[in-house]
């Protein structure tokens, strides 16, 4: 069975850093759309896309902060001058594997900013 399996989560203080990873078969990478995703406390449903690895595309409240790569089979988020607003669970995605609906999450990494 396919996974994606995150990493790095934790608590950070406003201002600090964190790099949240994603671990996958590499042929996902190379296949899928793939992007970070986060969920605010309290909005069960609701899951923003932040960041893309196609394109560099990022959110406007991450832009400048954020920084999706990929390093062998390895998807990271690099989250620098973190801020409050940036609490959440994030998700690494991959999607539109091969052009189609298939589409596989990592399990969430919880991600807590401190003032």
């Known amino acids: 069975q396919v996974q994606l399996v995150e990493s790095g989560g934790g608590v950070v203080q406003a201002g600090g850093s964190l790099e949240l990873s994603c671990e996958g078969p590499?042929?996902?990478?190379?296949?899928?759309?793939m992007g970070w995703y986060r969920q605010a406390a309290g909005e069960a449903q609701a899951r923003d896309l932040v960041?893309?690895?196609?394109g560099r595309w990022y959110a406007d409240s991450v832009k400048g902060r954020f920084t999706a790569s990929r390093h062998n089979d390895t998807f990271t988020l690099l989250m620098n001058d973190v801020k409050i607003e940036d609490t959440g669970t994030y998700y690494c995605?991959?999607?539109?594997?091969?052009?189609?609906?298939?589409?596989?999450w990592g399990q969430g990494s919880q991600v807590t900013v401190n003032p």
């Open positions: 995605a991959a999607e539109k594997c091969w052009q189609t609906a298939t589409e596989y």
């Open positions: 960041a893309r690895l196609r």
């Open positions: 590499g042929y996902l990478l190379n296949y899928c759309e």
